[in-house]
C-alpha cells in the first residue's frame, strides 16, 4: 500500500475564510480522491482529483466550494472556501492504482477541521 | 438512491471471542467490497476485500462472507482483541473504470477485557 501525508492534521478556522488541504503519495498513483467525514458519521465522496484536468464532483459538492488541484500523479490539494460552521468535518483523501487487482483504495491519515 | 448500511450500530464483546459485523447493501450490480477499520483519530484502514464472484476470503484472523443472494455482507474477526477496537466500515463499488466507494454508515466495536 502507498504512504499517504496529509496537511495540516488539524485546524481551527473562522467563518468566511478559506483552508486548503495537501495530500502527499510516496509512489504515483493513477487515481486519488477526497472524502468528507461529518462528526460521528461515515465517508462521503467529495470529488475524483483528476491529474490534469477539472475534478470530478459527486452530487451536493460544487467546485466552487471544493476547488481541487492534481498537478502530478503523486499530489493533490483540496480548499474548503468561504467556510461555515457546517463544514466542520474531517476530510479524507484516498489513493487507488488502476488495475483489475489493484483498485483498492487506501486512506490518508485526514485533517480535522472546526470551524468556528 | 443505492445505499450501504449495517444492522448493527455498536457491538460489545469480551476479550477472546469471535465478532461479527453485518452490513446489507442494495445496489445489484455492486461487484467490489472492503472492509475498513477506523481507530480513533485516524483514517480508515485497510482490512480485507472480495469480489463479486467470491463468497468467502480470509485474512490474518479476519473472514468476510458475502451472500449476492441477499445482497448481505458480513467480517467476522476471531479471537478478537482490544486493538481491535474501532469503527468498521463497509463499502463497496461498482467495479471495472468505476473507483467510487459507497460507505455503509459504520459500527462501532468495543472489546472488553
Known amino acids: 500500500s502507498a504512504v499517504i501525508s496529509q496537511k495540516p492534521s488539524r485546524d481551527i478556522c473562522q467563518r468566511g475564510t478559506s483552508l486548503t488541504i495537501q495530500c502527499q503519495v510516496d509512489?504515483?498513483?493513477?487515481?486519488m480522491f477526497w472524502y468528507r467525514q461529518q462528526p460521528g458519521q461515515s465517508l462521503t465522496l467529495i470529488a475524483t482529483?483528476?491529474?490534469?484536468?477539472?475534478?470530478?464532483?459527486e452530487s451536493g459538492f460544487v467546485i466552487d466550494k471544493f476547488p481541487i488541484s492534481r498537478p502530478n500523479l503523486t499530489f493533490s490539494t483540496l480548499t474548503v472556501s468561504n467556510m461555515s460552521p457546517e463544514d466542520s468535518s474531517i476530510y479524507l483523501c484516498?489513493?487507488?492504482?488502476?488495475?483489475?487487482?489493484?483498485?483498492?483504495?487506501?486512506f490518508g491519515p485526514g485533517t480535522r477541521l472546526t470551524v468556528l | 438512491g443505492e445505499s450501504v448500511g449495517l444492522h448493527l450500530p455498536t457491538l460489545s464483546v469480551q476479550e477472546g471471542d469471535n465478532s461479527i459485523i453485518n452490513c446489507a447493501y442494495s445496489?445489484?450490480?455492486?461487484?467490489?467490497f472492503i472492509w475498513y477499520k477506523q481507530e480513533s483519530g485516524k483514517g480508515p484502514q485497510f482490512i480485507i476485500d472480495?469480489?463479486?464472484?467470491?463468497d468467502k476470503r480470509q485474512g490474518q484472523r479476519v473472514t468476510v462472507l458475502l451472500n449476492k443472494t441477499v445482497k448481505h455482507l458480513s467480517l467476522q474477526i476471531a479471537a478478537t482483541q482490544p486493538g481491535d477496537s474501532a469503527v468498521y466500515f463497509c463499502?463497496?463499488?461498482?467495479?471495472?473504470?468505476?473507483?467510487?466507494?459507497?460507505f455503509g454508515k459504520g459500527t462501532l466495536l468495543t472489546v472488553n477485557p
Open positions: 484516498s489513493v487507488a492504482r488502476q488495475g483489475a487487482s489493484t483498485d483498492t483504495q487506501y
Open positions: 509512489s504515483q498513483v493513477t487515481m
Open positions: 482529483a483528476n491529474q490534469g484536468s477539472e475534478a470530478t464532483y
Open positions: 445496489n445489484s450490480a455492486s461487484d467490489y
Open positions: 472480495i469480489r463479486s464472484n467470491m
Open positions: 463499502a463497496e463499488t461498482g467495479g471495472g473504470s468505476n473507483y467510487k466507494l459507497t
